[in-house]
C-alpha cells in the first residue's frame, strides 16, 4: 500500500460516485478504482499499486508503465536542468496515455469507458483516480463532437462529459487533503458539483456567440431569468445563442440599444414577445433582437443553440433539437426520456405478444404526448379495450372507436380519468374511473391515480393482457406492471461454470470470488430455484475451503432465494 488509509480513501470515492452518477442517472452504475505509479523506479517498492477491489484489473496488466518510465529516466540524464524541470509532466501525459491504452485495450474494456484524473503525489508515487462507466449507457446521451478549441483548450461537449470532469477533480482535490483519515471526496455538496457542471457546460454553448465577455455570465443568467415573473405570468419562449451573422439566423426586429443578459427584468418583459417562432437573439452577452431560424443549419459546426424556457424556474439547453441539459429551480440534470424507451418496448412485447414495430412505435409516440399533460393522467392499454369500455360505461365517457396520435391526446387527456386504448391506438372510452378492490401493493405514499392504476391491474391480470402508463401530477411516471429487465441466461450459466471452476481451484482468487457473489446477488430475481441452491452449495465450498488463507476481513454472504414471480420470460431469447 502506499499510504495507511488507502483502502478507505478508494472506498469513499465510490461512495462519493455513486450518490452524484446514480442521482443523474441509475443505470450509469460507477466504479472507481487508484492506481499508483512510482515517479521514479525503486527496486525496494513495487513499480504499480492497485486499489482496485471489485474490478477485472491486475498490477500485471500495467507492467509497460514501467518500460516508459526507464526511458523517460534515460533521456532525462541527457537533459539540462530547464528541460528536467518539465519532466514529471512529460512523464504524467505519457503515464495517462498509456493507462488510457492499457484499459482500452484489456478484455473489459469493450464494454466500458474509463475516465483518469490529473495525479496527486503520494509517497514518491503519482496516484490516478479512474472513473469507470458503461459503453452502452453512455452512447445513449447526445453529444457534440468538438472536444478542443482552435487554441487547443479542452471543452465539453456535454452536460455528462462536465460532471465527469467536476467529479475527478474534486478526486483528486481530496486526496491532497491532510490527514487522509479525515479524507472525504465532497468536500463540496452533491448540488454544487452539479451545478459547477452546469455552469461548465454552459460555458462550451457561449462559446458560439464568439462573445469573449460571455463565457461564464449565460448559466447564472438563465436561472435568474427563469424565475422571474412578468405581470404575475411565467415566462416561456427561446432564445438563440450563435454570433450574430450567423447564416441561419434571420433578423426580424433589431434593438438599437440591445439588451445586457444581466439586465435581467429588461430581459424577462423582452421574453414576453418571444414564442416558438419569433426567438430572443443573443451572442451570450448581449440580447439584440428577435428572429426565426432559416435555411438548413450544419449540425456539425456546432454553432447553434437554443436555450428554452419552459416554465417556471425550468429551462433547457437544445442543439440540432436534441435536449442536451435541463435545469429545473437552479439544478441542472441529465435529459432523460420520462419513460425508458428500451423498457417501454420491452414490456410491451412481452404483455403483448407478437406486437409488431409499428404499433409499438404508434404507442410510444402517443405515451410521449400524454407525459406533457401538467396534471396528469392514465393511458390503459387493453386487448379488451372495446369489452371494458362498455363494462366501465356508467363511470367513463363511452366514445365511437377512433384511431388516436399525438395531436389529438393532449385534448382528451385534459380531463380527470383514464384513456382505455388497445395496441392500434384505438381509443374507446376517455374520463375512465378504473375498479378493483383494495392491494397490498398499494404504495400510501403515492396519490390515488397511481393505486387506482394498481387495482385495476389487479383485477384484470387474469381476464386481459393490460399495461397502464401512470403519469402523475408531481411528475413521476410508473409503468404497471414495472417488469424487470430480461437478461441472458447464458450469462447466469457462466458465471456459474466460473463460480464451479473456483470451488476447484488450489488458488483462492478472493476478488475474484467476491465478484461473482455480488453478480449473484445483484441478479437473484433471475435464478431458478436449482440455480440458487448450486450458488449457495458453491459458495459454502469456497468459504470453508479457504476460511484460514483470510487476512481478518471478508465479505459475508448471504443465502440466495428464489423469486416466486421469476419465469422465463425474463431471459432474453438468444
Request: hydrophobic share 40%; proline share 3%.
Amino acid at each position: 500500500m502506499i499510504w495507511e488509509h488507502q483502502q478507505h480513501c478508494q472506498i469513499s470515492l465510490q461512495l462519493a460516485a455513486e450518490e452524484l452518477f446514480d442521482s443523474l442517472d441509475d443505470r450509469l452504475s460507477p466504479k472507481v478504482f487508484l492506481i499508483g505509479v512510482l515517479l521514479k523506479p525503486d527496486m525496494h517498492l513495487p513499480f504499480v499499486s492497485l486499489e482496485c477491489p471489485h474490478c477485472e484489473y491486475y498490477k500485471k496488466d500495467f507492467v509497460s508503465l514501467k518500460a516508459l518510465s526507464i526511458q523517460h529516466s534515460l533521456l532525462v540524464k541527457q537533459e539540462n536542468d530547464e528541460q528536467k524541470e518539465s519532466h514529471t509532466g512529460t512523464l504524467n501525459t505519457a503515464y495517462i496515455t498509456e493507462i488510457q491504452h492499457i484499459l482500452r485495450s484489456h478484455v473489459h474494456g469493450k464494454n466500458n469507458v474509463n475516465f483518469i484524473s490529473e495525479p496527486v503525489f503520494i509517497n514518491g508515487y503519482l496516484v490516478y483516480t479512474v472513473l469507470e462507466l458503461s459503453k452502452r449507457i453512455l452512447s445513449t446521451f447526445y453529444y457534440l463532437t468538438k472536444n478542443t478549441l482552435p487554441g487547443g483548450q479542452c471543452i465539453s461537449r456535454s452536460f455528462l462529459e462536465s460532471i465527469i470532469r467536476v467529479y475527478l477533480d474534486a478526486s483528486a482535490n481530496a486526496l491532497k487533503t491532510k490527514p487522509k483519515s479525515d479524507f472525504n471526496v465532497l468536500a463540496k455538496s452533491r448540488d454544487e458539483l452539479v451545478s459547477q457542471a452546469g455552469l461548465n457546460f454552459l460555458t462550451t454553448i457561449s462559446l458560439a456567440g464568439q462573445n469573449p465577455g460571455g463565457l461564464h455570465v449565460l448559466f447564472d443568467a438563465c436561472n435568474t431569468i427563469s424565475s422571474l415573473k412578468y405581470e404575475g405570468e411565467e415566462g416561456f419562449g427561446k432564445m438563440v445563442i450563435a454570433h450574430q451573422q450567423h447564416p441561419n439566423v434571420k433578423v426580424t426586429m433589431l434593438l438599437e440599444n440591445p439588451i445586457h443578459i444581466k439586465d435581467f427584468r429588461k430581459m424577462r418583459k423582452f421574453l414576453e414577445l418571444a414564442d416558438n417562432k419569433q426567438m430572443m437573439l443573443s451572442d451570450s452577452v448581449w440580447i439584440y433582437g428577435l428572429g426565426q431560424l432559416t435555411g438548413k443549419y450544419n449540425f456539425h459546426d456546432e454553432s447553434l443553440f437554443i436555450i428554452h424556457f419552459t416554465k417556471h424556474f425550468h429551462w433547457e439547453v437544445l442543439h440540432h433539437n436534441h435536449i442536451m441539459m435541463s435545469v429545473s429551480f437552479r439544478m441542472p440534470a441529465l435529459h432523460n426520456e420520462k419513460i425508458n424507451r428500451e423498457k417501454f418496448y420491452s414490456s410491451l412485447k412481452r404483455v403483448f405478444q407478437g406486437i409488431d414495430k409499428s404499433r409499438l412505435n404508434a404507442l410510444w409516440e402517443v405515451t410521449m404526448e400524454a407525459t406533457k399533460q401538467k396534471h396528469g393522467t392514465i393511458l390503459a392499454i387493453s386487448s379488451e379495450a372495446s369489452g371494458e369500455a362498455l363494462r366501465l360505461n356508467s363511470q367513463c365517457f363511452k366514445i365511437k372507436p377512433m384511431r388516436i396520435n399525438k395531436d389529438i391526446i393532449h385534448q382528451i387527456t385534459s380531463i380527470d380519468g383514464a384513456v382505455l386504448i388497445d395496441i392500434d391506438c384505438t381509443c374507446h372510452a376517455i374520463g375512465v374511473i378504473l375498479d378493483g378492490v383494495a392491494s397490498a401493493n398499494g404504495d400510501s405514499s403515492r396519490g390515488a391515480r397511481y393505486n387506482s392504476a394498481i387495482r385495476y391491474y389487479e383485477h384484470m391480470i387474469n381476464k386481459a393482457q393490460t399495461i397502464l402508463v401512470v403519469i402523475s401530477e408531481d411528475g413521476l411516471i410508473d409503468l404497471i406492471p414495472d417488469l424487470k429487465p430480461q437478461v441472458k441466461h447464458s450469462v447466469i450459466v457462466s458465471h456459474i461454470r466460473e463460480l464451479t471452476s473456483l470451488s476447484q481451484s488450489d488458488k483462492y482468487l478472493r476478488k475474484n470470488f467476491n465478484r461473482l457473489m455480488e453478480f449473484f446477488q445483484e441478479h437473484d430475481f433471475y435464478l431458478s430455484p436449482k440455480e440458487c441452491g448450486t450458488v449457495n452449495r458453491l459458495r459454502r465450498i469456497v468459504e470453508f475451503k479457504y476460511k484460514d488463507s483470510e487476512d481478518g476481513v471478508r465479505m459475508i454472504w448471504n443465502n440466495l432465494v428464489p423469486n416466486a414471480d421469476m419465469n422465463i420470460g425474463y431471459y432474453v431469447r438468444e
